[in-house]
């Protein structure tokens, strides 16, 4: 594993939520819509337990329409789950959030029985621009969304319908290797936590194949039925060349070729991209599970060996002990 990300606080915030979510009715999930399932935190679902879900896929400006769709199908086939996609370009986001929250949790409402509904999100997924837009003078003046206000951690939305903003930071956690590169990529993960390099050579693998023609068009690559068949390294370099990291000798400069392949998929100029499909994602997240399981197999069984060997030395000494009281 090559993303070296070791989040502090994880248990705080758990603690925090934990104690939150007695009062709450329905979770919005907020997820970077260019790598939905990588992005969420699986101690989130943990924590939420059987609450009702909205997933909210948002940089849908940045993502890859028809995969988008693809992943809202995906999250509305499951139990108790609603699914919408959102950017930072929609200015009166509210309505829609509110309307799919009640659609949740159809027995709340009313002054009451107000809708209790918390907002989680990992970093740079896009949850400051959101609650801000919620907040806003923008949203404000357009009247779309007038009487908005913010107690503390607390939005009201509407007079029956509490927004409240996660207490704590949800950092991301990598149960899987690749969505470890992919929210590297993404730029959800410190620099000091990865090799930029290595990440890049990922993100071209991920690319190479659906998205060769708007790597050929940004890069001015001239071979685009080739790309999906290049090594990796190979289109890196290719990339570099183009931009001119090269340095004397005419050798690609790599370390400036991956951070231009970074920068231009984090910033949208390579067009709308999204890393991974669901099925990609499922098949990742299995491959893990078993990984896990075989990790805790072997674990039991050295625990059980060790203690095998413990019981073992444990009755030669009561032997020892017999032979001394028998001399
Ligand atoms: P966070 O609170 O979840 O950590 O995320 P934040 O709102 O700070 O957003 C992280 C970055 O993503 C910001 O860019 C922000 O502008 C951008 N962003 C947020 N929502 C959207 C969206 O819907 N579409 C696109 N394309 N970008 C979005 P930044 O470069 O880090 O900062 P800034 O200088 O642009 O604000």
Redesign the pocket.
């Known amino acids: 594993m090559s993303i070296q990300w070791f989040p502090g606080h994880m248990n705080v915030t758990k603690k925090a939520i934990l104690e939150r979510i007695k009062d709450i009715d329905v979770v919005i999930e ?1 997820l970077d819509a260019r790598l939905p399932g990588s992005s969420a935190n699986p101690m989130l679902a943990e924590i939420t337990g059987s609450r009702p879900k909205l997933k909210v896929l ?5 993502a890859d329409t028809e995969r988008t769709e693809a992943w809202l199908a995906w999250y509305r086939a499951q139990a108790d789950t609603q699914a919408l996609g ?4 929609d200015k009166a986001p509210a309505q829609r959030l509110i309307k799919a929250c009640r659609e949740l949790a159809p027995n709340r409402g009313g002054m009451a029985k107000p809708l209790r509904v918390l907002i989680c ?12 837009t919620l907040v806003g003078k923008k949203a404000a003046k357009t009247g779309d969304e007038a009487g908005i206000t913010r107690i503390e951690q607390r939005i009201n939305l509407a007079n029956d319908f509490y927004l409240f903003d996660t207490p704590g930071m949800l950092w991301p956690k990598i149960t899987v290797e690749q969505s470890g590169y992919l929210l590297a990529a993404s ?1 959800a993960v410190g620099r000091n936590a990865y090799d930029e390099e290595e990440v890049a050579l990922e993100l071209a693998k991920r690319l190479q194949g659906p998205y060769a023609a708007q790597l050929a068009a940004r890069f001015r690559l001239d071979d685009v039925a080739a790309i999906p068949t290049l090594h990796d390294d190979v289109l890196l370099a290719d990339i570099g060349r183009k931009r001119g990291a090269v340095v004397s000798g005419g050798r690609v400069n790599m370390q400036k070729a991956a951070e231009i392949l970074l920068n231009d998929f984090r910033s ?1 100029v390579l067009g709308r991209i999204t890393l991974e499909t669901p099925a990609e994602f499922e098949q990742w997240w299995a491959a893990g599970e078993a990984l896990e399981a075989e990790r805790q197999a072997k674990k039991l069984a050295r625990q059980a060996k060790r203690k095998g060997r413990a019981a073992t030395e444990l009755l030669d000494h009561a032997d020892d002990g017999d032979d001394e009281l028998a001399d």
Request: hydrophobic content about 35%.
């Open positions: 907020l948002n940089k849908q400006d940045l959102l950017d930072a370009s999100g990992i970093p740079n997924v896009g949850k400051s621009t959101l609650l801000n730029g949208g």
